[in-house]
């Protein structure tokens, strides 16, 4: 199993920059964290778990949910297992409980992601 700890999270204003790690150990059926497709979740009080982007294996190929397109930024560090998740200009409705995720599959859908970090909190507030 791949384990995860996202760190990062914080309290900030609207307008604002974080950047969020996620520190990647250990393998999953097999595969080791340059193998695994890496995601971004996060879940707001109340909500469901959402997507917000994801990284290839190689870090080659990036996608977003379209209300952080300009603005975030996934990228990974095969050499020293990271994933990031750079956020600028942050919004009220970024806040929420930020979750690293790694999957063999090239996927949005969080039910195809099998390791989950324990997540870090972001809030946005004026």
């Known amino acids: 199993q791949v384990q995860l700890e996202e760190s990062g999270g914080g309290l900030v204003h609207p307008g604002d920059s974080l950047r969020l790690s996620c520190a990647a150990s250990g393998r999953t059926s097999g595969r080791i964290f340059p193998e695994m497709h890496m995601a971004w979740f996060r879940q707001a009080p109340g909500k469901e778990r959402e997507f917000v982007a994801r990284?290839?294996?190689?870090?080659?190929?990036?996608f977003y949910r379209d209300s952080v397109k300009g603005r975030f930024t996934i990228s990974r560090d095969n050499f020293e297992k990271t994933l990031h998740l750079q956020m600028v200009n942050l919004k009220h409705e970024d806040t929420g409980v930020y979750y690293c995720?790694?999957?063999?599959?090239?996927?949005?859908?969080?039910?195809?992601?099998?390791?989950w970090g324990q997540g870090t909190q972001v809030t946005v507030s004026s």
């Open positions: 995720a790694a999957s063999e599959r090239w996927t949005a859908d969080k039910n195809a992601y099998d390791d």
């Open positions: 990284i290839d294996t190689v870090g080659a190929i990036t």
